[in-house]
């Protein structure tokens, strides 16, 4: 049986759910919401199978190529996101990241790499580096959607005017600390990523660090989401200015991202 | 069995009626009491400060007369007076009505919750006193369930329909939770106390008062469980709190920028809501462009009020489609269950002509392998099964009419020979 039809499941679901998720931003029904949610589940259950099946047949964690890296973002995207919502019950989030967690998914079954069986990539070091960028990079992707959220709804608040997502965005504190939250989590733990990255490419290169794309993507993301938090931490945390921040750490995660099949 | 319900409310009676019938929930008890004892089945009353509706289930529609006169006799009032006031509905016209009410769409705010939970107590008093038979309980249940996925699906009372609740519910939006914050209350206007009172409902921390005259913020402040401050310490408190309630009368702005700039940079990312109730306005508008400040005047907050009651008419559309939808599946389980016994006798009885029959034809037949007499007795019961089918659906989805249903059920016992 072919390794990847679960992945095309999953694809097809998280298509589906974004889908009925984005409709019900225009008819604002709830029952549409959490079909598209229902949609979701059924994706994230098959995007889990095929992630189990690709352990099972490379032997290690499923993030040594671009692929399967964009594959285990989005799985962990959407955990949070999952836990999130059992938490906060924010459907807004939701028109962000499963797009977000889609677009990923849609990477991996693009984008067509062979399994790595290289014994560089059978070391701890480099599984510790790989598991702890992707979680950070879930993280810090949660932590921005969730800053957008505050965005929006301190715009709406400032204007008095409601938009389409006034009843879906919890409140302006809620989407800020839980942006805070995640970014804090996600900064450290990908701050954790990449010094075992840096430690695994001196051990493997015999001292030779090379500057690439992925590692200059990694630093700059790195810098722009220190901004950030230095800004929460120092009091000075402004909606608008983050925004920006934030979407050009995006990007350069997104530059890191496609840099991964250098390996 | 007839369901009906007689009452009035506050768009066919006025108040000087509706105090005359209102019921004191501690005598409940005693006056389901004395309404079964006019040949009810069931009975549950509703009383509320907009409405006082009888709910019967009853042997026929003859007690409605007794009903009238017995809520005739408690107003003090001559039946014919009061009967002007009095609406009488009848089987799928008081589901319907009590979906509605329940649901809040026969309120007088649209979308008003309280009424939800008067009905659910309405019938908890029925059931402790016993006058809650079958159909009623039937009835009580599915109210309560559609009310509740009116509210679910519609989010029809979510949102606030007054000046003082508009604030809160934007608190709420800035904040979350309103509990452990601060509330600065400015000047003693009747509106700004109000809010203030509201938010004092939401379990906020501490609510300061600030007065010129400091009799007066003492005096507010007491009531509130808060603590009255002198008017020049503002600055001090504009620090501490998370929403400012103005409410002076005085001519001239008593919050500047600078003060809610200075509050601001020690609050650490902390928001500050500042409600101006006031005319002539007491806080700065320019303060809305600060960061972090959120400023709404009473025309704002009058706004977000008007909106909402035009999003509650909207959904209130919605809503009577799910309560359509709910009574018409509620008439037909009733309806169903109401032709079960016919549909059973009538079932026995052709399965005994069946099996009469089908004794004398195998007998005729002579000898026969067991396959052969299986394929008669199927052939007998689905030839029954097809004579019964549409019989038995036009009794499980009969007319809307109870008469029409009475009559049909009629027929089809007269001519399959049921008993009448």
């Known amino acids: 049986m072919n390794p990847n039809l679960s992945l095309y499941f999953a694809l097809g679901f998280y298509g589906a759910g974004t889908l009925v998720a984005l409709l019900s931003l225009f008819t604002r029904e709830k029952r549409l919401q959490l079909a598209g949610l229902g949609l979701m589940v059924i994706g994230f259950v098959s995007h889990t199978l095929w992630i189990g099946t690709i352990c099972t047949l490379t032997g290690h964690a499923p993030i040594t190529n671009l692929p399967e890296t964009a594959a285990f973002i989005a799985w962990l995207v959407f955990v949070v996101e999952l836990v999130l919502f059992i938490v906060y019950r924010v459907h807004a989030a939701s028109f962000f990241v499963y797009p977000l967690v889609l677009i990923l998914l849609s990477i991996s079954a693009v984008v067509r790499e062979p399994f790595a069986h290289s014994p560089k990539l059978l070391s701890r070091l480099f599984t510790a580096h790989l598991l702890f960028t992707t979680t950070g990079v879930a993280a810090l992707l949660i932590g921005l959607a969730f800053g957008l959220l505050a965005h929006l709804q301190d715009r709406a608040l400032k204007s008095k005017t409601r938009g389409r997502l006034w009843d879906l965005i919890p409140s302006l504190n809620v989407c800020k600390d839980v942006s805070y939250r995640a970014l804090s989590i996600g900064f450290s733990v990908y701050t954790l990523g990449l010094v075992t990255g840096f430690l695994w490419s001196y051990k493997t290169t015999a001292g030779v660090v090379a500057l690439r794309t992925k590692e200059v993507g990694a630093i700059v993301a790195w810098v722009l989401f220190a901004t950030v938090l230095q800004s929460y931490i120092s009091g000075t945390y402004r909606t608008r200015k983050t925004m920006f921040i934030g979407a050009g750490a995006f990007i350069a995660i997104v530059v890191a991202m496609l840099g991964i099949h250098h390996v | ?420």
């Open chain 2, 1 to 420: 069995m007839p369901l009906m319900l007689v009452g009035l409310n506050h768009r066919t009676a006025p108040v000087e009626v509706r105090e005359r019938l209102s019921m004191d929930e501690r005598k409940m008890d005693e006056i389901l009491s004395s309404l079964l004892s006019c040949g009810l089945h069931g009975v549950a009353m509703l009383s509320t400060c907009n409405r006082v509706e009888a709910i019967l289930s009853a042997p026929n529609e003859d007690v409605i007369e007794q009903i009238v006169d017995w809520m005739a006799d408690r107003a003090g009032a001559a039946r014919v007076e009061l009967e002007k006031h009095l609406y009488i509905l009848r089987y799928g016209d008081v589901v319907k009505h009590l979906f509605r009410v329940c649901s809040g769409l026969d309120s007088m705010i649209v979308g008003e919750p309280q009424i939800g939970g008067q009905v659910r107590k309405a019938f908890q008093l029925a059931q402790d006193a016993g006058t809650l038979d079958a159909l009623l309980t039937q009835l009580y249940e599915q109210t309560m369930r559609v009310a509740k996925r009116v509210r679910t699906e519609t989010g029809i009372g979510e949102h606030a329909v007054s000046v003082p609740y508009a604030a809160v519910e934007l608190a709420k939006k800035i904040f979350g939770e309103l509990e452990g914050l601060q509330v600065l209350l400015l000047g003693a206007g009747e509106i700004g106390e109000l809010t203030a009172e509201h938010l004092h409902g939401q379990n906020v921390k501490q609510v300061f008062v600030a007065n010129r005259s400091y009799e007066r913020a003492v005096e507010l402040a007491t009531r509130f469980e808060g603590l009255a401050v002198q008017f020049g310490s503002i600055d001090e408190h504009l620090a501490a709190c998370d929403i400012v309630i103005a409410s002076t009368g005085a001519p001239h702005f008593v919050v500047e920028p600078s003060q809610v700039e200075r509050a601001l940079a020690t609050r650490k990312n902390r928001n500050l809501f500042l409600i101006d109730l006031s005319v002539p306005r007491n806080i700065n508008p320019e303060i809305a462009g600060i960061e972090g400040a959120y400023l709404y005047n009473v025309d704002d907050l009058q706004h977000v009020a008007d909106v909402n009651r035009e999003m509650r008419q909207k959904k209130a559309l919605q809503a009577e489609e799910i309560i359509g939808r709910e009574v018409e599946g509620f008439r037909k389980r009733l309806v169903a269950q109401d032709a079960v016994p016919t549909i059973l006798e009538l079932q026995g009885r052709l399965e005994e002509i069946r099996a009469a029959e089908l004794e004398k034809c195998l007998r005729k037949m002579g000898p026969m392998t067991a396959e052969q007499r299986a394929a008669v007795e199927m052939f007998s019961s689905q030839m029954i099964n097809k004579i019964l089918h549409y019989p038995i659906l036009q009794l499980r989805d009969g007319s809307e009419e109870p008469q029409e249903r009475e009559s049909l059920r009629k027929t089809i016992r007269k001519i399959f020979g049921l008993r009448s």
